[in-house]
Structures are given as C-alpha cells and as structure tokens.
C-alpha cells in the first residue's frame, strides 16, 4: 500500500531560480491538494484538483505559482523566479471525493531553500 | 479571525502518563469535520483522529480520544499512556463542507514532549 510520494524531499537553490516539485498521490485518490508550510506554523492551503480539473487556485501565494495535473495523477507545482521568502516546506495530500470524514493522506514533503 | 486556535505552544508530560492538547475552533457552518494530524521531527504529516459536527459520541483511536464540546467549539486531543515516540508536533485541522475543495485549515501546532 503505497503513500503518497514526493520528489524531491529537499532542494536547494539560489534566488531568482525556477523550481518544480512532484506529487504522486494515493492511486485511488482523486483529489490532491497542495499546502505551504513554513517554520513553527500549520500547513497552509495553495491549491487543489479533483481529477485533472484545478478547482480552486486562488490562494497561490502569488502568479509566480502554478500547478498541475495533467492526467488526473501525479501533480507538479512550480515556483518561478524564487524569492528567500518562497522557502519552506510544501506538502502534498490526496483524499477521494464525496465522503468528508476520509482524512487527507499526506506525504513527507518537499523542503525548499532559498540561499 | 484565527478559525483553528491551538494555545499550547510547547507542552511537556511525564512517560505513561495522561495529556491534553487544547483546540479551539470557528464556523458558522452546521456541517463541519475536526482532524488531528502528528508530525514528527522527520516532517510527514500522520493523520491521528477524526470527529465530525453530527457525530454524538467523542472519537477514539486506541490511545488516542477527542474530546468535543460543540457549544464551546473546541475539540481537545487526549493522549493516553503517553509514549517517548509521541514527542511531535501535533496540529488540529477544520473541514468546512460548505467549500467545494474541503480543504484544511490548520491551527499553529503544539509540541508535545514526551519525559523519560
């Protein structure tokens, strides 16, 4: 029984450098959620996928973030043109639609720094 | 307004022994879910326990219960026989049904440690 998996589980770069991290979710799950969570808080919500449909996008930190799912599986979120303050971890989770009480599964994250 | 207030940020408690996480919570909605999430120094989020608006009774998991007093919107965690492996941060989360996505929103954690 697999989990969900992210790639990679850190990365390091420099300022004004795009980044893409991987999600792969849970292959029941049709829902995948993408979250930011930086030092000694809660996870925050970005944005998140029913299918391959991106249903709610509005809470991406800025246009320099993007996200997709192509096929309705795995997902990849991009931060373009990074910025110190884009450092952190993001998390991934999937859950199936239609039954609330199923917790959202997440995986072990992708930590970001930014030098 | 915060919607999910966690107002322990450290919390210590001697092996074996009993502890209380405190949650605190704020919806306008009828229908809503309460989630309880530990993540380790290794930084996984492990999904702990669930109780939802309409259920009656408290949620248990093995060690692990919920206390839920509706009227006063909070939603404590309760671990039993405390472990040295439950040094970690807990969070408590909201789902509110009305938003399409149900997504989570999360309280600032407390950290839980665990005396030998």
């Known amino acids: 029984d697999t989990g969900v998996s992210q790639d990679p589980r850190h990365k390091i770069t420099k300022r004004g450098q795009n980044v893409t991290f991987r999600c792969d979710p849970i292959s029941e799950h049709n829902r995948l959620y993408w979250y930011r969570q930086t030092l000694g808080q809660g996870p925050e919500f970005l944005t998140y996928f029913q299918n391959e449909a991106q249903l709610e996008k509005s809470r991406l930190l800025s246009d320099r973030f993007s996200a997709e799912r192509p096929k309705g599986s795995f997902s990849t979120l991009e931060i373009q043109r990074t910025e110190q303050g884009d450092s952190a971890m993001y998390l991934c989770?999937?859950?199936?639609?239609?039954?609330?009480?199923?917790?959202?599964?997440f995986g072990d994250g992708t930590r970001l720094s930014i030098l | 307004a915060q919607k999910i207030t966690q107002t322990q940020p450290g919390m210590f408690v001697q092996e074996k022994e009993a502890v209380t996480l405190d949650c605190t919570y704020d919806?306008?909605?009828?229908?809503?879910?309460l989630f309880w999430y530990k993540q380790p120094s290794s930084g996984e989020m492990i999904f702990l326990i669930y109780q939802g608006s309409y259920d009656e009774q408290n949620a248990t998991e093995g060690r692990y219960s919920l206390n839920f007093q509706k009227a006063r919107k909070s939603a404590n965690l309760v671990i039993s026989a405390s472990q040295l492996g439950d040094s970690a941060m807990y969070f408590c989360a909201m789902r509110e049904y009305n938003n399409a996505g149900n997504m989570l929103t999360f309280g600032g954690g407390t950290r839980l440690m665990v005396k030998p």
């Open positions: 989770a999937s859950t199936s639609a239609g039954q609330g009480n199923q917790p959202q599964h």
């Open positions: 919806t306008s909605d009828q229908s809503y879910g």
